[in-house]
C-alpha cells in the first residue's frame, strides 16, 4: 500500500442503518459453505478419525437393524439479553420523568413540550400496528447537568473528552408495549430548544449499543452543506471542462510545426553564403541546381572572416547526408558543415512556395491564439462570477446567523428516523489529573471506599466521570482548579455524598472530606441545588 | 441508598460475553449475539478505513465468517472479545487493499483537526487545517493507525494496546510519540 487518501467531513452513516445492513444468517450460511467437509478435514486421517470410523463399523455389526436410527438436530434458540441499554439512572429512587403523549398515527400531530421543543409528526410517519389505535410517544429533555446525571445519560466523548450540553432530549414511541416503527420517507421533525446558541456546538445522537455518541445531521447543516457542495461541484466541472480545453489548445500550438528555410533550400536570414567550385560529376543531386551555393550551418560556431582570408585549396566533401567544406592554406585548416543553397529563379519560385507555406502557418497560429485568449478570459469571468455567488451566500449566512443571534433563537432542527436520545453539545477536553496525591475521606474522617466520583464544573455545563463503569480511573481525577466545582461521591456501598464548592484549602491538606446525604434527601431538585443550577422552568 | 446495579457491571457484560463465546465454540448457531453486539464496531472501524460502503460492509461479513471459522482458538484473556475482532478485521482490511489494489482511506472531521490543533497549542485558523491536513498525508502508516485510533476514533490507550497486541503504556508511548512526529511536521 504506497498511498492514502483522506476524506475531510465524509457524510456519517446512521447506526440504524448500518444494523439494517446485520445478516447473522447469511455470515451463517456462508461459514457453513466454506467449512470443509468431514473427509476433507486432516484429523480426519489421524488417529481420532480412524477411531471413529472403527466406532461406527462395529456400532454398525453390533447395532440393532430393525431400530430406526434416532438423529437428533437441536435448533437452539439465540436469545438476546433484554437489557442491552446504557441509560441507567444513577439513584435508585429517582429519575427524570417523561412527558407522555397519546399520538394519532393516521393524523398530522404538533406536540409542544414545556420547554418550548417542538415534534412535528406527520400522518403516517407512525409506522403503528393498529392505525385506529393511538400511539404513546415519551419525551424528555436534560437541560441541566443534574438531569442528565440522574438519568444517567453517558457524557462522554471518546476517551479524553466530556460533553457540554447545549440542549438534550430522548424520545421513544410505543404501542401495546412495543416500539413503533418511523417511516424513513416520513421523518419526524423536532425543532430542539436549547438552553445556550448552538454555535460552536455539534450534533449527536447516542448508540445505545456502543455507548459512543454518532455525529447527526441537522435540518440546517445540511442545507448549508448541500448548498455549498452543489455550486462547488458546478463551478468544478465548468473550470474543469474550460481548463481542458485550453490544454487541447496548447498541445495543438505545441504540435504546429513551423516551415523552416532549409526545407526550401533557401538560406536563412542573416546566414553566411558562398559559391564555391565542385566536381560535378561528384555531386550529380547538386548538378541539376543550377548556380548552387552554400550557407554554412547557423549551429557550428566558426571564424565568420574566414572569406576574407586566402585559401590554397577549397574542397567539397560528403559525410552521410551532411556536405562539408575544407578550406586549407599553409598555417591552418578550417572544415564548415554547409548546406546547398538555391539561387535565381529556383530561388524565387521556393521562395513564393515557403511564403505560402509560411502564412498558413501564422494563420492557424494566430487562430488558436485567439480562441485560447477567448477561453482564458471565459474562465476569469466565471471564475469572478463563482466568487462573488461565494461571497454573497457567505455574507447572507453570515447576516442570518447575526440575524439569529440578535433575535436569540436558541433552538436546532433535525428530522428523526429513529427513537434515542440526540444532543446538542461541544466536547471539553478532561482536566488534567491533580498533582497531589489526595485522601478522600467523610466528615469524621473516615476513608470513603470509593466506587466512582462525579465532578461538576460550575463553569460549564459539563460532567467529569471518574471510578467503575466509567472511561476514567480515579487516579485520573482532577478539576479545573479556577472553576467553581462539585464533587458527589458513590461508594461501594452505594452510599452518596459530596463537597459543594471545593475548597482549594483542603486540597492544600491533601484530603477532600465528603458530605453524606441522607436517603431522604436524595432527589433531583437536591442534585440541583447541589451543584448551582436550577432547571430552565423555574 | 443504593446504587442502580445496572450501572456498574462490565464484569457481568464480559462474564456474559464468555458465555456466548463458550456456546458458540460448541455451535457456530451461537455465535449471533456477538454478531449483533459487534457488527455496527467492526463495520465502523473497517469504513473509517476505506472508501466504499458496500465493499466495507463485505469485508465486514468475512470478519466475523473468519472470527467464527477459528473461534475454536480463541482464548479469554479477560479482555473484551471485540479486542480479537479488531485484529482480525485489521487483517482482513489489509487484504482487501491488497486484493482490489485500493488505496487506504483516513476519514476525518474538521473537529478532529480542531482538536489536534489544540494539541499543539495553535490556533484553528483555516490556514492551520489545511497545513495539518497535509502534514496527515505525510504520516507514516504505523503512525497514522495510532493518531486514527486515538483522536479521531477516540479510543482509549487501553482498547489500543488490546488491537495491536502490546500493552496499555506501550500504545500510551508509541501514540506520544506519533503525535510528537506529527506535530514536528506541522511546525516545520
Known sequence: MKTRKINLDRTPIESEYVQSKQNFDHVLSNYKAIKPTLWK????????????????????????????????????????????????????????????????PLNDEKLQLKSGTTIEIPKGSLEAKKTEENVTVKVREFKTKAESFVAGIPMDYGSDKAFESAGMIEIRGFQDGKTVVISPEKPIEISLSLSQNSNGFGFWKLNEDSKEWIKYPTIVSDFENK???????????????????????????????????????????????????????????LEKLKGVEFEVDSKVKYDKNFTKKTWNTVDLTKSGNQYLVKFTNAKEEIQLPVRPVLTGARKEKAEIEFQKVFDTYNETKNELISEKEKLEKSKKEQQAKFDQIVHDAKQMMKADSKKEELNAIKKIDFRLLAWGVYNCDKPISYPKPLAKELAFLYENNAD?????????????????????????????????????????????????????????????????????????DVNLNYIEKLINESTLDT | MSVNPLYHQSKVRL?????????????????????????????????????????????????????????????????????????????????????????????????????????????????????????????????????????????????IGEILDITENNAKVKSFRALERLKNIFIK
Open chain 1, 41 to 104: 478435514n486432516p484429523w480426519f486421517y489421524g488417529p481420532i478419525g480412524l477411531a471413529s470410523i472403527a466406532l461406527v463399523v462395529a456400532l454398525s455389526i453390533g447395532g440393532n437393524e430393525n431400530e430406526p436410527s434416532k438423529a437428533v438436530t437441536e435448533i437452539p434458540v439465540v436469545e438476546f439479553p433484554e437489557d442491552t441499554k446504557c441509560i441507567h439512572p444513577i439513584l435508585e429512587k429517582e429519575d427524570v420523568a417523561f412527558e407522555v403523549f397519546q399520538v394519532d
Open chain 1, 227 to 285: 448548498g455549498i457542495d452543489n455550486t462547488t461541484k458546478i463551478s468544478n466541472f465548468k473550470k474543469n471542462k474550460v481548463d481542458e480545453e485550453i490544454i487541447q489548445i496548447n498541445t495543438k500550438i505545441d504540435q504546429l510545426e513551423e516551415p523552416q528555410k532549409s526545407d526550401y533550400m533557401l538560406a536563412n536570414k542573416g546566414g553566411q553564403v558562398f559559391d564555391i567550385d565542385f566536381k560535378p560529376s561528384d555531386y550529380p543531386e
Open chain 1, 448 to 520: 470513603i471506599n470509593l466506587s466512582a466520583i462525579y465532578v461538576f464544573d460550575g463553569d460549564k455545563n459539563v460532567r467529569y466521570s471518574f471510578g467503575e463503569a466509567t472511561r476514567h480511573s480515579l487516579t485520573e481525577f482532577g478539576f479545573n482548579l479556577k472553576h467553581k466545582t462539585t464533587l458527589i461521591a458513590i461508594d461501594k456501598e452505594g452510599e452518596i455524598s459530596y463537597v459543594k464548592d471545593v475548597d482549594s484549602q483542603n486540597l492544600d491538606l491533601g484530603r477532600i472530606k465528603f458530605k453524606r446525604i441522607q436517603e431522604k
Open chain 2, 15 to 159: 462474564e456474559e460475553e464468555l458465555d456466548w463465546i463458550q456456546r458458540a465454540q460448541k455451535d457456530p448457531n451461537h455465535f449471533g449475539p456477538l454478531y449483533k453486539k459487534y457488527h455496527e464496531q467492526i463495520f465502523r472501524y473497517i469504513y473509517q478505513r476505506m472508501d466504499d460502503e458496500e465493499t466495507a460492509f463485505d469485508v465486514t461479513s468475512q470478519v466475523f465468517m473468519k472470527a467464527m471459522k477459528n473461534l475454536h482458538r480463541y482464548e479469554y484473556r479477560g479482555v473484551p472479545f471485540s479486542s480479537w475482532l479488531y485484529r482480525i478485521a485489521k487483517s482482513e482490511l489489509y487484504q482487501s487493499f491488497r486484493d482490489r489494489k485500493a488505496e487506504r482511506t483516513v476519514n476525518l472531521e474538521t473537529l478532529h483537526l480542531n482538536e489536534m490543533i489544540d494539541e499543539f497549542e495553535e490556533d484553528s485558523s483555516e490556514e492551520n487545517r489545511s497545513k495539518l491536513f497535509k502534514c496527515l498525508a505525510k504520516l507514516k502508516e504505523d503512525d497514522m493507525q495510532l493518531i486514527e485510533m486515538r483522536f479521531f476514533e477516540k479510543r482509549t490507550f487501553k482498547e
